[in-house]
Nanobody
Framework: QVQLVESGGGLVQPGGSLRLSCAAS????????MYWYRQTPGKQRELVAS???????NYADSVKGRFTISRDNAKNTVYLQMNSLKPEDTAVYYC?????????WGQGTQVTVSS
């Protein structure tokens, strides 16, 4: 399985931007569908965005037009650019490779949107 390490979280004011990164180990990164999920206390983990090996992207309705997922296969890294952040985007964000059921997860990075 691939190992994942997220970074880039932090505290940002409403309307601000953050870019999350997820670095993957292993030589098979390029074949994985990569996902970003998020979770708040007491709620189920929510799928935010996904990107296929060929670069096809998909987004949750709540983040469409504000978030952009991308990947750099040469660097074994997937990104989540988050713009126009809202307080309801506050969550722990997790990177996933290969899907929620059998895939690999990172440790998560906290994003807090607050004034």
């Amino acid at each position: 399985q691939v190992q994942l390490v997220e970074s880039g979280g932090g505290l940002v004011q409403p309307g601000g931007s953050l870019r999350l990164s997820c670095a993957a180990s292993g030589s098979m990164f390029s074949i994985y569908v990569m996902y970003w999920y998020r979770q708040t206390p007491g709620k189920q983990r929510e799928l935010v965005a996904s990107i296929t090996s060929g670069g096809i992207t998909n987004y949750a309705d709540s983040v469409k037009g504000r978030f952009t997922i991308s990947r750099d296969n040469a660097k074994n890294t997937v990104y989540l650019q988050m713009n126009s952040l809202k307080p309801e985007d506050t969550a722990v964000y997790y990177c996933n490779a290969g899907g929620a059921t059998f895939g690999s997860w990172g440790q998560g990075t906290q994003v807090t949107v607050s004034s």
